[in-house]
């Protein structure tokens, strides 16, 4: 029969697609671009993690089951020029996919690459942003349409199963966000005392300068906008599922909630890539006055569109339920809920599962700030030649001299600079990468120099690094009036001993 905007089978959602995987295509992009500039650095041969010693430990761990255990293009090289190769291959298939060529295949391609390189980078891409990206490429795998050449005119409409998996992805995403904080334990995040984001916008890894503003505001604004965010990330997502109107109201209040967010913290494309994925709760009705009249011309073109045969059909839905029971139990383990279906833990099917897809890292777990951090404490690199003169490795996004505002440097992630963050919340040797930072900044390692906004030593490596540490806080407006600083610092203290290259 033919389909068009409006008839009985209901919305369409050919516009939403389009924009969907265009949007997803620049995600990818952005990722890759991001990550070549500092992946020598992070897991190169002269980086701080290289990824061949990694692959080298788990080859005598594993033994057969390497690929398994590490599932990477790098078991066919580990070389610092197919890590480029891998992320300039990425470029091509976020470019194709952008074009519309082979979307599926593309997809397929843009995970495994990626994965590829999540896997190779260890610590360093083990961000939640980056587990969502190879999540919404699992996802948006059966809702890109088969065709192999680009022509909006010629696409059937997407599944309504594979259309409900990308709101199920959303909602997980959104609901946990919000749940867990109430789940965890930490009174700020209560309902009693909501303060939590009277420590966020000061204590967040890399906060922008609007954070300085936003930390000032009066505290029933900040316990306000608490109980408004419970709102958005545990109510709104029930939106999802309703009707038409429900729907767009999720999409304007979610895509508002990331805009916040966004403006105040750096998190690499994980505002964006969540923006993206509330696109297909729109429908061509709403689009078509939004998209140029010529893309909105092609998605009303007459179109035949015939019922999956039953033996496509049956095993799609059922495959699809299958996940969506397994993420739906695991979203309950995650924001600690299991217990109501009478269990202490995940049941042995759903734990066989997870260990065997666990490496593929496509169906996972959400939830930031489960506790609030209350006091930020930044780590000061310092190397010295004599070891009475020390100078200081400035890093390029993170707090360092006090007078400089809070940078705005999404999308790009800067791994390094997050990573600081998690270290300083224990010891030096708590992150296996930090002691091997030092390493390489005593070898005069230029990769891992590139990570820094300038080296102190430029004539040669010195013969001592350490590290110290010192609390931080935004500076009050009064102090911020008095002396420009962005920033209060108290003493510093010994973080991590010095080392020499012996």
């Not at 690459?113 to 699992?138: C, K, M, N, R």
């Amino acid at each position: 029969m033919s389909a068009g905007k409006g008839d009985a089978a209901g919305p369409s959602f050919l516009l939403a697609r389009w924009l969907f995987l265009r949007g997803l295509a620049v995600v990818f992009a952005i990722a890759f671009v991001s990550l070549v500039v500092q992946i020598d650095g992070l897991v190169g041969s002269r980086g701080i993690l290289p990824i061949a010693d990694f692959l080298d430990y788990v080859r005598r761990a594993t033994g057969s089951a390497q690929i398994a255990a590490l599932p990477t293009l790098c078991w066919i090289s580990s070389s610092d020029a197919f890590l480029h190769a891998q992320c300039a291959a990425g470029l091509l298939l976020s470019a194709a996919l952008f074009l519309g060529f082979a979307p599926r295949l593309c997809i397929a391609l843009l995970w495994a690459v990626y994965l590829s390189l999540v896997v190779a980078g260890q610590t360093f891409l083990s961000f939640q942003w980056d587990i969502l990206l190879l999540e919404a490429a699992v996802f948006a795998f059966p809702f890109a349409p088969s065709s192999w050449l680009p022509g909006l005119a010629r696409e059937r409409p997407p599944s309504r199963t594979s259309l409900w998996l990308l709101r199920w992805l959303l909602f997980r995403l959104m609901f946990a966000s919000g749940v867990v904080k109430l789940t965890s334990g930490d009174p700020t995040w209560g309902f009693s005392d909501l303060s939590a984001l009277t420590f966020h916008y000061w204590s967040q890894p890399l906060p922008t300068v609007f954070a300085w503003y936003a930390s000032h505001l009066p505290l029933w604004i900040q316990r306000t906008s608490c109980a408004v965010m419970y709102a958005f990330e545990i109510g709104f997502p029930w939106l999802v599922f309703l009707g038409r109107r429900a729907r767009q109201v999720a999409f304007a209040g979610l895509v508002a909630f990331q805009l916040l967010i966004a403006i105040t913290g750096n998190y690499g494309f994980f505002n964006l890539l969540s923006i993206l994925l509330c696109v297909p709760l729109l429908d061509d009705a709403l689009l078509a006055r939004i998209v140029p009249a010529r893309l909105a011309e092609r998605a009303r073109a007459p179109r035949e569109v015939r019922p999956a045969r039953l033996w496509l059909r049956v095993p799609r839905v059922t495959l699809a339920g299958i996940l969506v029971l397994f993420t739906g139990v695991r979203l309950l383990d995650n924001v600690g809920w299991i217990a109501f279906l009478g269990m202490q833990e995940l049941p042995e099917p759903c734990l066989v599962v997870e260990r065997a897809i666990g490496p593929f890292r496509s169906l996972n777990d959400y939830g930031l700030f489960r506790v609030m951090t209350k006091e930020r404490r930044e780590i000061e690199i310092q190397g010295s030649v004599d070891g009475i003169a020390w100078k200081t490795y400035p890093f390029r996004w993170k707090p360092g001299p006090v007078d400089r505002a809070p940078a705005w440097v999404a999308p790009h992630m800067p791994r390094l600079d997050w990573q600081m963050w998690f270290a300083s919340l224990g010891p030096a040797r708590a992150s296996r990468w930090f002691i091997p930072l030092l390493d390489r900044l005593l070898e005069g390692s230029p990769p891992v120099l590139a990570l820094f906004a300038s080296n102190p030593f430029p004539d040669g490596p010195p013969r001592l690094v350490r590290a110290q540490v010192r609390e931080y806080r935004f500076t009050t407006a009064p102090e911020k009036s008095a002396s420009g600083a962005w920033w209060t610092r108290g003493e510093e203290v010994p973080f991590a001993s010095p080392r020499s290259r012996r």
